[in-house]
């Protein structure tokens, strides 16, 4: 089925954007005199607003986004060029992406990244498949391309084939698509293309194809990679990283808005002078560049000077013009002046930083590349300014003006009126501008406002004094406005914050009509309204003396009571302050965080109260639960611990972010509740100590407290009842020294190290932090981190107690080889007696230094600032070991030399 556009697309103008391309004097009855004022001055207000906004954020990019101002305002394309990461994609979203179309409330925007793969029908738009069959004809649903749109980014345009380039070339510049016998206009007015690439290195790479692609683009740019001033890298993450998320760019404008401004662009005047002058100068100045070229061969200028570029130059003085009287001198006049030649640099060089960031950037550059375009804008600039300054003087004609006739004085004018004559009419629009400023009526003097646009547009009263009377109400709205915030600021007088609030919010309604004078208003309204909220919210909102008597009486449904009376007074406070939020408030200060603090200050205060109540619950819990065992207790107490969640979830929903009221009410009261559990456990049983653990985690999860304890409190409280448990066995004096001893005395000893204990218990409680990690190594070393929180006295108890056990063990081993070492006889006979000994049984097949080598590993691990000390005990093993090998090898030896022996003799015999 063949796709239909919705609707024709009309050109959004009576003529084709570049149909008139004399830029001579104009009629001396301007149209722009029947563009609505109003509509005018608000354009011109959202439009500087929009590109204030712009400089604020893109810091170092004049030059860029004057160009795009121009750009937009004399319906031209702009080239930004520069090395990637120098923000010239997030520039196109932050101007392109926030013009609207009033008609959709959408951007109207075409956008494509290019590449090899790009093929023309997705920069025109895909081809009517039907109607290439029945007819033969190629035809394009040209509203999904780029001409169906009034904006178009173009991103790596030169990653593009040649033939892409030469249709884009033609689309960007006729504004419209040839098929067959018929004509397709389109809507575009400006595009905004992008390259990573360096323009000389494109330039040079297929001049004559390019540089016609070039001519044809108003304006050129060059973004360097780096800041002339290193401190403006600070700045912008300052501005773009720091702070919350909200959204640093408010400003939007619409197209409408652009409508209006190119239409008073369009009949800015220019005189004859000013276009004799404009002749010479661009003559001037192609003469100059040429004579570079041929001075400096490696010189390569971006732009020549076509006739095209000459008529387009008047084009762009006009958009400079009306740019000028937005931005920077709101009392001009719509005429071109010599001082206006200026503007012409955006537009004839490639332009980029200021003379001053120049030289600071060449000062620091070391790549090539980067060097060579900044210093062809150097010199670009510095020719175009030799070529202005040496512009002979240029005289301007007045612009002409209608004049209106007046009527001849009657005969004896000069006399006295007679009193019979009537009294001069009645100034309506002056009486009812006056009546609504003497009201104090916002809603009224909006309505005067319009119906003052009204009746210029409708042509009852003069353009001229419509916009006066307009400034005139709108200083008066302004002052109202003031008055009702200062008063606000100043405590609103007895009325309650909340009820003040809301006036404030309501007059901003009011007063926001859409226009940009207005919107501003409004914002500073509500923005006074946010601070008021935020101020109320951060001075114990809901507080009240009571809290101090139920602190003092131990009153727990009182302090309940006063704790839901907190969390009220904050949720209301949150409502008013979403729907300021929601109207486009924004914090006067800057101060974002305010409100959080104050939500966090309340949240303390809130678990004060509820402490109190916890605490009587408790008690009343302990007495029905002797045993005093966890799940007990916080069954008895689950209500509480109920009503503890909901709480938390609505502080949650006010704050933004997770709350920590459960855990502060209970974390310290449930701390010392557990370590009372932990010195009942029997820490002589290690396994069954590591499941009373898991019991204990278990049950808090269960009670939704699994963060209340911190795991260093867990391990603390473990390592305090590991160490109870860790007994030494009493040492044998005087008996000797024997496997059967040995066995004893290692039957008498822990055989689960303490640091292994911990080790399994930190995974249990701090099990985020393990599971989390991205190796076993890494791992490891999150134990490590969690025991390295507990204090220094108590990890040194901790590996002492193990070393020590280590250490009883390597002492009997030393002293049983010490004994077998000392006895009489021949190599036979003392193998005879190690062997019998079983000592080699201990070493060799129960592995016991092994086993002592790694469990002194395993504590170096879990607490690697005690390395030193585990070292010595690994170098006792170590020597006992060499030591023990040494000797046996030797009576080895020596018996296998007396057995050699008697065989040698046996066969002598």
């Excluded at 239909?4 to 570049?18: A, S």
């Excluded at 009287?325 to 060089?349: G, Q, T």
């Excluded at 009527?407 to 009645?426: M, Q, T, V």
């Amino acid at each position: 089925m063949r796709r239909e556009c919705p609707r024709p697309i009309p050109c959004r103008r009576d003529v084709p954007p570049h149909a008139g391309l004399y830029v001579g004097p104009r009629s001396p009855l301007p149209s722009a005199a029947m563009v609505d004022p109003i509509r005018l001055e608000a354009a011109s207000n959202r439009f500087r607003a929009f590109f204030d906004e712009l400089h604020h954020i893109f810091l170092e990019r004049d030059d860029v986004l004057l160009q795009l101002a121009l750009a937009l305002l004399a319906r031209e394309h702009l080239l930004v060029t520069g090395p990637p990461g120098t923000a010239k994609s997030q520039l196109a979203s932050a101007v392109l992406g926030r013009i609207l179309d009033e008609e959709t409330g959408e951007p109207s925007l075409y956008a494509r990244q290019i590449g090899e793969s790009t093929v023309q029908t997705d920069l025109i738009g895909p081809i009517d498949f039907k109607t290439l069959m029945e007819t033969g004809r190629t035809e394009h649903f040209t509203d999904e391309g780029m001409l169906g749109a009034v904006h178009a980014f173009l991103d790596e345009i030169f990653d593009g084939r040649d033939m892409l380039l030469r249709s884009a070339l033609n689309v960007l510049h006729e504004r419209e698509v040839k098929q067959g016998g018929t004509v397709k206009r389109g809507r575009i007015e400006c595009a905004l293309m992008t390259t990573n690439r360096y323009i000389a290195d494109v330039l040079e790479g297929a001049r004559e194809t390019l540089l016609a692609f070039v001519d044809r683009i108003a304006f050129v740019s060059f973004v360097p990679r780096g800041f002339a001033d290193p401190s403006r890298l600070a700045l912008v993450l300052r501005r773009h990283v720091g702070g919350s998320s909200r959204a640093l760019l408010e400003s939007m404008l619409s197209v409408q808005d652009l409508d209006a401004l190119q239409h008073a662009a369009d009949e800015v005047h220019v005189s004859d002078p000013v276009c004799d002058g404009l002749a010479t100068l661009l003559e001037r100045f192609d003469r100059e560049l040429n004579a570079a070229v041929r001075a400096d061969p490696a010189f390569v200028p971006t732009r020549y000077i076509s006739t095209r570029t000459a008529v387009r130059s008047g084009r762009v003085l006009r958009a400079a013009v009306m740019a000028d009287k937005i931005l920077h001198n709101p009392k001009r006049s719509l005429e071109v002046l010599p001082s206006d030649f200026k503007w012409l640099r955006l537009h004839l060089l490639l332009s980029g930083p200021t003379p001053d960031q120049t030289e600071a950037l060449l000062g620091r550059e070391s790549d090539p590349n980067e060097r060579r375009q900044i210093e062809i804008v150097r010199t670009e600039r510095s020719i175009f300014e030799s070529c202005l300054a040496q512009m002979p003087p240029i005289h301007v004609k007045p612009r002409p003006t209608v004049v209106e006739k007046k009527a001849a004085p009657a005969e004896g004018g000069n006399k006295k009126k007679r009193k019979s004559e009537p009294p001069p009419p009645e100034d309506k629009p002056r009486g009812m501008l006056d009546q609504a400023v003497a009201s104090r009526d916002a809603t009224r003097l909006l309505s005067v406002m319009r119906e003052l646009g009204a009746q210029a547009r409708a042509g009852s009263i003069e353009p001229e004094r419509a916009g006066a009377l307009v400034k005139e109400a709108t200083t008066a709205l302004t002052t109202l406005v003031v008055r009702r915030g200062i008063d606000a600021a100043a405590g609103g007088g007895q009325k309650p914050i909340g009820e003040v609030v809301k006036e404030l919010s309501r007059l901003g309604a009011e007063v926001d009509d859409g226009t940009a004078g207005t919107r501003a208003l409004a914002r500073w309204l509500r923005g006074r309204a946010l601070v008021m909220v935020d101020e109320a919210a951060g001075h114990a909102a809901g507080a009240s003396s009571t809290d101090l008597v139920a602190s003092i009486l131990d009153d727990g449904t009182e302090a309940q009571k006063r704790a839901r009376a907190r969390i009220d007074a904050l949720e209301a406070l949150y409502e008013l302050r979403r729907e300021l939020l929601a109207e486009g408030a924004v914090h006067e200060t800057g101060e974002e965080k305010a409100w959080q603090r104050a939500v966090a200050a309340a949240e303390d205060d809130i678990a004060i109260l509820l402490d109190i109540s916890l605490r009587i619950v408790v008690t009343s819990a302990l007495k029905s639960a002797p045993s005093r065992r966890l799940a007990e207790v916080l069954a008895a107490i689950a209500p509480e611990l109920d009503r503890l969640d909901v709480m938390a979830a609505r502080l949650q929903k006010v704050r933004g972010a997770p709350s920590t009221l459960k855990e502060k009410v209970t974390g310290p009261r449930l701390g010392a509740l557990i370590e009372a559990v932990f010195k009942g456990f029997d820490a002589r049983d290690r396994p069954a100590l590591v499941r009373e653990v898991e019991g204990l985690v278990a049950v808090l999860v269960k009670a939704g407290l699994a963060r209340a304890i911190a795991p260093e409190a867990f391990l603390g409280w473990a390592a305090e009842a590991l160490l109870r448990g860790d007994v030494a066995p009493q040492a044998r004096e005087g008996k000797k020294h024997d496997y059967d001893g040995y066995r004893k005395l290692r039957a008498a000893e822990q055989r689960v190290s303490s640091a292994y204990t911990l080790a399994e218990i930190a995974l249990v409680v701090a099990s985020d932090a393990v599971r989390e990690a991205p190796s076993p190594a890494e791992a490891t070393a999150a134990i490590a981190s969690a025991t390295a929180k507990l204090p220094e006295a108590l990890r040194g108890r901790v590996v002492a107690g193990d070393l020590a056990r280590i250490g009883r063990a390597l002492d009997y081993l030393e002293r049983f080889w010490q004994d077998l070492e000392g006895a009489s006889g021949g190599a036979e006979a003392r193998l005879r007696e190690i062997v019998q000994s079983r000592f080699f049984d201990v070493l060799w097949d129960d592995s016991a230094l092994t086993r002592f080598s790694l469990e002194a590993r395993n504590v170096a691990e879990v607490f690697p600032a005690h390395v030193a000390e585990i070292d010595v005990v690994r170098r006792r093993i170590d020597a006992l070991d060499e030591r023990t090998r040494v000797a046996v090898t030797e009576l080895f030896r020596r018996r296998s030399d007396a057995e050699w022996e008697k065989a040698l003799r046996a066969g002598d015999a």
